[in-house]
């Protein structure tokens, strides 16, 4: 729950999208009409915060271990303004041209002077990627995904593509971020192939390791980098920790 109520709201366009702008905490937050019935419009409305576990874990943990994070991905900037006030500097990663914008749009309304948002994706090597926005005839909002074998998107999800676009991908470990003190990672089962790009990062700047992606897969290769999964869990994301590091309420 925030600190104080939502305001009431004040109605824009944003890039021809019709929205709302409620103040919450100090921040204003974009919500678009097309996304009032994603779980961060139906919260943010009644002055609530999507995720609100991760939104605490991040503070805290940006308390006690001052650095930088990378947010991948961002979708249209909801977690922006309270990840930036935790974090010296906030590298913000949205692959979606549109999710990227309002996401833009969220930096500059809240004047974020420490947020580095690009509309990229993140992957193991840089280059052109495909990627899925909608399907059904709509945008998928926040589970818009690169179209990548290795996704193995079921028979259905392949007869309902409707629109694919592409995005350049960056390498996390070519940013050369030497203060990294959180990876935050949502992107739609493609977090194995982000971490890859991130090997020497994550070597020499030890991060606390956030995901969503719970498979074997990707449990087994932080394992292999010699993190443990921690019980502690952040709205369904997965906290990962060094082994050299302490308790996960320590972190």
Do not use: W
């Amino acid at each position: 729950m925030a600190d104080t109520p939502p305001s009431t709201p004040i109605r824009r366009q944003f890039f021809g999208l019709d929205a709302s702008l409620y103040e919450v905490d100090g921040a204003t937050y974009i919500v678009p009409d097309k996304h009032a019935d994603h779980p961060y419009g139906k919260r943010i409305r009644v002055g609530e915060y999507y995720e609100p576990k991760l939104h605490k874990f991040v503070t805290r943990h940006l308390k006690n271990r001052p650095g930088s994070m990378i947010h991948a991905g961002t979708y249209i900037g909801d977690m922006l303004p309270r990840f930036s006030q935790a974090a010296t500097m906030l590298y913000a990663f949205e692959p979606d041209l549109e999710n990227y914008l309002i996401a833009k749009s969220m930096v500059e309304i809240n004047q974020l002077k420490n947020v580095y948002l690009l509309n990229a994706a993140l992957a193991q090597k840089a280059e052109v990627l495909g990627l899925v926005v909608e399907a059904d005839g709509k945008h998928l909002k926040g589970r818009v995904q690169v179209a990548r074998d290795e996704l193995a998107l079921s028979d259905r999800e392949r007869d309902t593509i409707d629109r694919q676009n592409y995005v350049a991908s960056i390498v996390i470990d070519q940013l050369g971020i030497t203060d990294l003190s959180l990876l935050q990672l949502d992107v739609e089962g493609f977090e194995v192939t982000v971490l890859r790009g991130a090997e020497d990062t994550i070597r020499a700047c030890q991060p606390a390791i956030v995901v969503e992606d719970k498979s074997p897969a990707c449990v087994q290769y932080l394992t292999d980098l010699n993190y443990r999964l921690t019980p502690t869990n952040l709205n369904g994301n997965a906290l990962f920790l060094p082994n050299a590091a302490g308790r996960a309420d320590d972190a």
